[in-house]
């Protein structure tokens, strides 16, 4: 079927030719990404009857080596990356569509499209590939992308730090999933991920947990769980379409989907990893939630906190829970960002002391907020309801523990979100709400639409249409009817929620006793601080980081380097001492030979003038003394 | 006779200038362009005849030099030293052109270039190891006075610190190739390597480690790896090019030509410290590159930590990690050489390279802020372009053989990361720095040069069979005999 390779193609195609040829397409590039978006989302609903039935289609190419079997890469579809498919398609078209107007003043009008469209085709890549090796790579692709995006607005440093944030701290987890794949390569020599199931056989389960244990840690950078979840709340410095995408659809999802596509690598170990850091994560952020005042902010650790619930699901061995909660999420939680957006560009604000009684002046931004808070807070029978209700259902049938923190985490969530939504839209106007306008219609469009899919589609997982949902997945045996019980927790809950969110969020009622408060403002000041995580990050891994780049860097110069300059000058100085003994004593000896044979030479000359007299005196003188020793000797 | 008539065209070229009168420079240059640009044909020629199939030399060319000592002018040309040749004639038909910057004494200058080519193209033609050691040396008289006369800052310095250190370096090889001849009485590489077996351990040991210090100056290996940012730094830009492009890549080749195929058994005794050195040299250089505030000396120390790769790829004797090793070779050529041109289309409108003295270029000039973008994406290996595929290659092969070492390497690339994303910053992102308001974008001359190593980048890392389906059959020979 190489007509897969169309739907992460065409909006591949369309970002290169943005990129090329976008000031000359102009305002009609935003058209083109929706048109192309629209298209991947209508062939992946084409694929419908053959995923339904159960078949996995795909098709690959050789790509590193003729010789070996290993690089063969591919592109496959089954039921579980299909509906990744729909997810992403769906509200990847949605957003592209709102952001025509939200984007409409923008002088990079078609480059923030190109880099949307290649955020759409590097996911779609991702949720296809059928080999680790392509999945890396997309995954790698999404994070430039997520990176391109947070930083558009690049003029302020704020974004460009936080685009380099992004992708820095996500690369630390890629760097634990290539040693993974690494692993799995050298242990079971292949990388399909088609067959995890029988590779999961010949592995001993010391290497499988080592290497899922590695493949979440990929999946902790990317899906921002604890201890890498820092750069999401920072990630909201992008264009706010860009946030919705991020945090619903692209992105944060792949990591969520990296554990459950590679599930049967998991052994009970790594799931117990993932059940702590996803359960942590979840109660974790959900306290800092409570306390930010950003609108934008809140969104943001509310997604950090839900992905926790998501992989607490994972580690429950409830892989098909944690999909579809994802993809209840990603309804909701893009309605709600592109609505935190339809706020902030009808009044410029997006600090909650300045918003306040919006519901009078954007009324459908106000009612599919309004939506969104309930779903994603449980309120029965909307979408967020019958995922999160299975989780819960879940949990009490295997550990109570985590049961009590996800009930725990759950009121939470509803806390949190009806104070953004009760700060928002209710009490009495602030001056910038009274010039707030409702946004245009390109805008509100995905708004309804979003609303819509954010109330009902839910029940496609409901045992109302008989768990459709998961029989996509390839999940049959589901517990039929609705449990009473959880309906009546889920909605107390929610009303819980809405009590303490209306008191405390709202009215400001101090309801801890006297006694309690100093306790009770330390952890609101703690939390308030993000528990100072990027402080002792900065003191702890960032600071000496950088101080041994300069350590290193002044080793290289002084000791490398002055190595090598040492012992040029050392050659140097041996060339001047070695000048020095030629000339003062090589030399010298040379001429102190000459020297003293001319001195010698200076004795003889004393008798040898040239004269003839003394040389006959001499004669004469030798002869009488030669005659006298003769004559004496006789 | 292609490899000769390879040879012959820079060298004719350059003759060609040397009877030309100093003040044509139009002339000069043009002969100049013609010459590496008949080099890039011949190049393109050799490789549409070139069989991949074939393990053997191939375009063999053979002539008695020196009968007396067994030394012959011997060229030819198999899927090692074809990806090395390619990378040589297009970096310096680029070069080439990105000289025309080049304002004074023109015409020694594009002399010395084409002698400079000429000796490369020999040292990856050369099939006797007389020949090949004369091309090499060959090599650094131009580079010296390239470096020494038309360089900045410290010039004469790095190109005195460039020729010593590496003429030291090459000493050893001397020895070396004294020694070899002296037991085998033969020069004749491809004999050699047959003859490889009938060396002792022990002289092999001692032979491989001749022959890997001139190597370990060139590509740098640490410790030896300081002449590079000096030499890097005071270059002018097409000289910077062609050594990180070229020059780097002969110390490289020379293991898989000789250190390897030669000394099997002397390599593979060294094969645990070579994977040591690999790894040094990713993450110092990593570690090094972070720290540095002159855009040209961090791009010098990324080259200390990418040439890591080849030494890890190399280390491992794997399929995959020496196709990394050398995939890693030319794409480290393709990609740091765009990124000198870069650096030096920056330095020509700033007259400044210290990072911090930019910022917000991006909206000011966009042309040349998407190509920065392109090649510091490539630098840090992003899948779908080149860097990628070597270094992931070379990962892949050295993880299963030298595991811890590997491990660490890996540090290397969340830092790569790190100092590229930095550059972008400093440079590009941020507020405008009000000194360069009216900083004009990227001109035509200097598009040319860096579009077709764009090209290649997305093409490698797209479809990386291109190159590898050259190297294949060569490199499994190659395994084969080194691991027998």
């Known amino acids: 079927m190489i007509a897969l390779l169309f739907i992460p193609g065409v909006p591949l195609i369309t970002a290169v030719l943005l990129l090329l040829f976008g000031r000359r397409i102009g305002k009609a590039s935003a058209w083109l990404t929706v048109l192309a978006l629209a298209s991947t989302f209508f062939m992946t609903i084409a694929l419908s009857d053959l995923v339904f039935a159960g078949n996995r289609i795909g098709f690959s190419w050789v790509w590193l080596s003729q010789a070996s079997a290993n690089w063969t890469l591919g592109l496959s579809v089954d039921g579980l990356s299909w509906v990744m498919l729909v997810v992403v398609t769906s509200i990847g078209t949605l957003i592209a569509l709102y952001s025509i107007g939200y984007m409409h003043h923008d002088p990079r009008f078609s480059r923030f499209f190109a880099y949307l469209s290649l955020f759409c085709a590097s996911m779609l890549g991702l949720v296809m590939a059928d080999h680790f090796l392509l999945l890396y790579a997309c995954w790698e692709l999404v994070g430039l992308c997520s990176y391109l995006l947070i930083s558009f607005w690049f003029e302020k440093s704020a974004a460009a730090e936080a685009g380099r944030k992004a992708f820095l701290t996500t690369r630390i987890g890629d760097t634990g999933m290539l040693l993974g794949i690494l692993i799995l390569f050298w242990s079971s020599g292949s990388l399909q991920l088609g067959n995890l199931a029988q590779v999961r056989q010949t592995l001993d389960p010391h290497v499988l947990t080592l290497i899922?244990?590695?493949?979440?840690?990929?999946?902790?950078?990317?899906?921002?769980?604890?201890?890498?979840?820092?750069?999401?709340?920072?990630?909201?410095?992008?264009?706010?379409?860009?946030?919705?995408?991020?945090?619903?659809?692209?992105?944060?999802?792949?990591?969520?989907?990296?554990?459950?596509?590679?599930?049967?690598?998991?052994?009970?170990?790594?799931?117990?990893?993932?059940?702590?850091?996803?359960?942590?994560?979840?109660?974790?952020?959900?306290?800092?939630?409570?306390?930010?005042?950003?609108?934008?902010?809140?969104?943001?650790?509310?997604?950090?906190?839900?992905?926790?619930?998501?992989?607490?699901?994972?580690?429950?061995?409830?892989?098909?829970?944690?999909?579809?909660?994802?993809?209840?999420?990603?309804?909701?939680?893009?309605?709600?960002?592109?609505?935190?957006?339809?706020?902030?560009?009808?009044?410029?604000?997006?600090?909650?002391?300045?918003?306040?009684?919006?519901?009078?002046?954007?009324?459908?931004?106000?009612?599919?907020?309004?939506?969104?808070?309930?779903?994603?807070?449980?309120?029965?029978?909307?979408?967020?309801?019958?995922?999160?209700?299975?989780?819960?259902?879940?949990?009490?049938?295997?550990?109570?523990?985590?049961?009590?923190?996800?009930?725990?985490?759950?009121?939470?969530?509803?806390?949190?979100?009806?104070?953004?939504?009760?700060?928002?839209?209710?009490?009495?106007?602030?001056?910038?709400?009274?010039?707030?306008?409702?946004?245009?219609?390109?805008?509100?469009?995905?708004?309804?639409?979003?609303?819509?899919?954010?109330?009902?589609?839910?029940l496609v997982g409901s045992p109302w249409m008989h768990h459709l949902f998961f029989r996509i997945i390839g999940v049959h045996e589901m517990h039929e009817g609705i449990e009473i019980g959880m309906v009546a927790l889920s909605a107390a809950l929610v009303l819980g929620g809405f009590w303490l969110a209306w008191q405390v969020g709202f009215r400001r009622r101090q309801l801890l006793p006297a006694s309690l408060r100093p306790i009770g403002q330390w952890l609101y000041q703690a939390a308030f601080h993000k528990y100072y995580v990027d402080e002792f990050y900065d003191k702890a891994i960032l600071q000496p980081f950088y101080a041994a780049t300069r350590a290193f860097s002044r080793f290289d110069q002084k000791v490398v380097d002055g190595a090598v300059n040492a012992a040029g000058s050392g050659t140097w100085r041996l060339g001047q001492w070695k000048e020095r003994f030629d000339r003062l004593i090589v030399d010298r000896a040379v001429n102190g030979v000459a020297t003293a044979t001319r001195n010698l030479g200076l004795l003889p000359r004393l008798i040898q003038t040239g004269i003839v007299h003394p040389y006959l005196l001499m004669i004469v003188v030798a002869i009488v003394a030669l005659a006298v020793g003769v004559i004496a000797s006789q | 006779m292609l490899l000769t008539s390879l040879l012959a065209c820079p060298l004719l070229g350059m003759l060609l200038i040397l009877v030309l009168p100093k003040s044509s420079v139009r002339w000069i240059r043009g002969v100049a362009v013609v010459a590496t640009g008949a080099a890039l044909l011949v190049g393109l020629k050799v490789l549409g005849q070139f069989q991949p199939a074939l393990a053997s030399m191939q375009f063999e060319e053979r002539a008695s030099w020196?009968?007396?000592?067994?030394?012959?002018?011997?060229?030819?040309?198999?899927?090692?030293?074809?990806?090395?040749?390619?990378?040589?004639?297009?970096?310096?038909?680029?070069?080439?052109?990105?000289?025309?910057?080049?304002?004074?004494?023109?015409?020694?200058?594009?002399?010395?270039?084409?002698?400079?080519?000429?000796?490369?193209?020999?040292?990856?033609?050369?099939?006797?190891?007389?020949?090949?050691?004369?091309?090499?040396?060959?090599?650094?008289?131009?580079?010296?006075?390239?470096?020494?006369?038309?360089?900045?800052?410290?010039?004469?310095?790095?190109?005195?610190?460039?020729?010593?250190?590496?003429?030291?370096?090459?000493?050893?090889?001397?020895?070396?190739?004294?020694?070899?001849?002296?037991?085998?009485?033969?020069?004749?590489l491809v004999a050699l390597s047959g003859k490889a077996s009938q060396l002792g351990l022990g002289l092999q040991k001692v032979l491989f480690v001749a022959f890997f210090l001139a190597f370990a100056v060139k590509v740098p290996i640490f410790p030896f790896h300081t002449w590079l940012p000096d030499a890097h730094v005071d270059a002018p830009t097409p000289i910077s090019v062609i050594l990180a492009g070229v020059l780097l890549k002969m110390g490289g080749y020379g293991f898989f030509r000789i250190g390897y195929p030669l000394f099997p058994e002397g390599a593979q005794w060294f094969g645990s410290a070579m994977a040591v050195l690999g790894m040094i040299n990713i993450v110092y250089g990593a570690f090094v590159a972070m720290a540095q505030t002159d855009f040209k000396r961090l791009v010098a120390y990324s080259s200390v930590s990418h040439m890591g790769f080849v030494l890890l790829g190399l280390a491992s004797l794997t399929s995959e990690g020496l196709h990394g090793a050398m995939l890693q070779m030319f794409n480290h050529g393709i990609i740091t050489g765009g990124m000198f041109l870069l650096v030096g289309v920056l330095y020509d409108r700033a007259h400044t390279r210290q990072l911090d003295a930019f910022g917000g270029l991006g909206a000011r000039v966009p042309v040349y802020a998407g190509l920065l973008i392109f090649f510091s994406l490539a630098t840090l290996g992003l899948p779908g372009l080149s860097g990628f595929v070597g270094e992931f290659m070379a990962f892949v092969g050295a993880f299963g053989v030298w595991r811890w070492q590997t491990m660490v390497s890996i540090i290397g690339v969340v830092i790569a990361a790190a100092y590229s994303l930095r550059v972008i910053q400093q440079v590009l992102l941020g507020p405008l720095n009000e000194r360069w308001a009216s900083m004009p974008d990227i001109g035509p001359r200097e598009w040319i040069t860096v579009a077709p190593l764009v090209v290649i980048i997305l093409v490698i890392g797209i479809w990386p069979l291109t190159l590898l389906h050259l190297q294949d059959t060569s490199l499994q020979q190659f395994i084969a005999h080194v691991t027998r």
Request: charged share 10%; with cysteine.
């Open chain 1, 212 to 458: 899922s244990a590695l493949l979440f840690f990929g999946a902790i950078g990317k899906s921002a769980q604890v201890p890498l979840h820092i750069w999401l709340p920072d990630a909201m410095e992008g264009p706010t379409p860009v946030s919705a995408l991020i945090h619903a659809a692209t992105m944060v999802a792949a990591g969520v989907y990296l554990v459950a596509r590679t599930f049967p690598l998991f052994t009970p170990e790594s799931l117990n990893l993932v059940l702590g850091i996803g359960l942590a994560t979840h109660l974790f952020a959900a306290t800092i939630a409570l306390t930010m005042t950003d609108i934008k902010r809140v969104l943001a650790y509310s997604t950090i906190s839900q992905l926790g619930l998501m992989m607490t699901a994972l580690g429950l061995k409830a892989m098909p829970l944690a999909l579809f909660h994802l993809c209840m999420h990603a309804f909701c939680k893009a309605l709600l960002f592109l609505g935190a957006g339809s706020v902030i560009h009808g009044t410029h604000q997006q600090e909650l002391e300045h918003l306040r009684g919006l519901r009078h002046f954007m009324p459908l931004t106000w009612i599919t907020f309004l939506i969104a808070v309930l779903s994603l807070s449980g309120a029965p029978f909307l979408s967020g309801f019958w995922s999160k209700d299975a989780i819960l259902l879940q949990a009490q049938h295997t550990m109570s523990w985590v049961f009590w923190s996800l009930v725990l985490g759950a009121l939470l969530t509803a806390t949190y979100l009806l104070r953004l939504y009760l700060r928002c839209f209710h009490g009495s106007p602030s001056s910038d709400a009274k010039h707030a306008h409702e946004s245009p219609a390109i805008m509100t469009a995905p708004l309804v639409l979003l609303a819509i899919f954010a109330a009902g589609i839910g």
């Open chain 2, 66 to 188: 020196i009968p007396q000592l067994n030394i012959s002018y011997y060229l030819g040309i198999d899927g090692l030293s074809l990806p090395m040749v390619l990378l040589t004639v297009l970096l310096g038909f680029l070069a080439c052109l990105a000289s025309f910057g080049i304002t004074q004494r023109q015409k020694e200058y594009f002399a010395l270039y084409l002698l400079l080519e000429v000796g490369m193209l020999g040292t990856f033609l050369a099939l006797d190891l007389f020949l090949f050691y004369i091309f090499w040396e060959i090599v650094l008289v131009p580079m010296y006075f390239l470096i020494g006369i038309w360089g900045g800052g410290r010039r004469e310095y790095s190109a005195f610190k460039f020729f010593v250190y590496t003429l030291a370096g090459s000493l050893a090889m001397l020895l070396g190739i004294l020694a070899l001849y002296l037991n085998t009485q033969t020069f004749d």
